[in-house]
């Protein structure tokens, strides 16, 4: 029972980051309708960002998290506007550069910091108990976290002015314009955030497990996993998404082999673009 129960409290705790992992993904395909394979390294320099603010600088963890968080959405931003802004219109390309954007970024933190794994400290440390099941504090701080910034982003697209522009963005990008919207700043500005969210799906597993030149990949598959899975352009589905691979990926490694890990995404994904390719609950990948 014990077990059972620590299970299903790792499992929840765990798919709160991968939705945290795929929605900045997702946001940028439904705004901009483009694949984004730089996504995981945003991931990476938001962890590096943190390892260098809190750990080569001392400036504690609290200063680290916010310099990751800005250090992904300076380099999302700027890959925007220097790279993809001109070419946009045409995905296929967006997506070669990208993932070469990907490669040259990895290869350069290789190079210039090696491959040995980094740590950043905890953001809160000990541990808490839930009944019988005793969590660390630190994986209860990212849960609680993780959520409120899903929950700010669902209140952000719903409720304020920007959202509803991104709203009409992500629907036509033309209908937008006819509306008074810029799309080409309201498109910086999803790239911005979802490099922002990047940097913190890059250190909270920074957090409780180390930093590395390659730690975005792992979250990259993911990302395509959930936002296949659950529907590709939708923030909701990506949220039920990553919940239904974050479970099945827990329960797998738990009751039958840990060596499973990182495989179970790709077989969800594998399978979905074979049965169902428009997803649990959205359009067909194609369009």
């Known amino acids: 029972m014990v077990?059972?129960?620590?299970?299903?409290?790792?499992?929840?705790?765990?798919?709160?980051?991968y939705a945290l992992v795929a929605i900045g993904f997702t946001l940028i395909f439904g705004?901009?309708?483009?694949?984004?394979?730089?996504?995981?390294?945003?991931?990476?320099?938001?962890?590096?960002?943190?390892?260098?603010?809190?750990?080569?600088?001392?400036?504690?963890?609290?200063?680290?998290?916010?310099?990751?968080i800005?250090?992904?959405a300076v380099f999302s931003g700027l890959l925007y506007l220097v790279m993809i802004e001109r070419i946009e219109d045409q995905p296929i390309t967006v997506m070669i550069l990208t993932l070469v954007t990907a490669v040259a970024t990895e290869q350069l933190l290789l190079n210039m910091l090696g491959g040995q794994p980094k740590a950043i400290p905890s953001l809160v440390p000990g541990s808490v108990a839930l009944g019988p099941v005793s969590v660390q504090a630190n994986l209860l701080v990212v849960f609680v976290l993780s959520w409120l910034v899903i929950g700010g982003l669902f209140w952000f697209v719903d409720r304020t002015k920007a959202g509803k522009a991104l709203?009409?963005?992500?629907?036509?990008?033309?209908?937008?314009?006819?509306?008074?919207?810029?799309?080409?700043?309201v498109t910086l500005v999803t790239w911005v955030i979802a490099g922002a969210l990047a940097g913190l799906a890059g250190v909270f597993p920074g957090s409780f497990l180390s930093v590395g030149w390659a730690m975005g990949r792992t979250p990259l598959v993911l990302s395509f996993s959930i936002v296949?899975?659950?529907?590709?352009?939708?923030?909701?589905?990506?949220?039920?998404?990553?919940?239904l691979i974050g479970f099945l990926e827990v329960f797998t490694t738990s009751y039958v082999d840990a060596r499973l890990q990182g495989l179970v995404p790709l077989v969800v994904l594998l399978v979905v673009l074979i049965v169902k390719p428009e997803g649990l609950f959205g359009r067909e990948l194609a369009g």
């Open 3 to 17: 077990n059972a129960l620590a299970v299903l409290v790792n499992a929840v705790i765990i798919s709160a980051l």
């Open 31 to 68: 705004v901009g309708g483009v694949l984004n394979s730089a996504h995981g390294a945003s991931i990476t320099v938001g962890a590096f960002g943190a390892y260098f603010a809190a750990r080569v600088f001392g400036l504690g963890i609290v200063v680290g998290l916010l310099a990751g």
């Open 70 to 72: 800005a250090a992904a």
């Open 167 to 185: 709203l009409a963005t992500s629907m036509s990008h033309k209908g937008a314009a006819l509306c008074g919207i810029d799309s080409s700043r």
């Open 228 to 243: 296949v899975l659950g529907e590709i352009g939708s923030v909701r589905g990506s949220v039920v998404g990553a919940y």
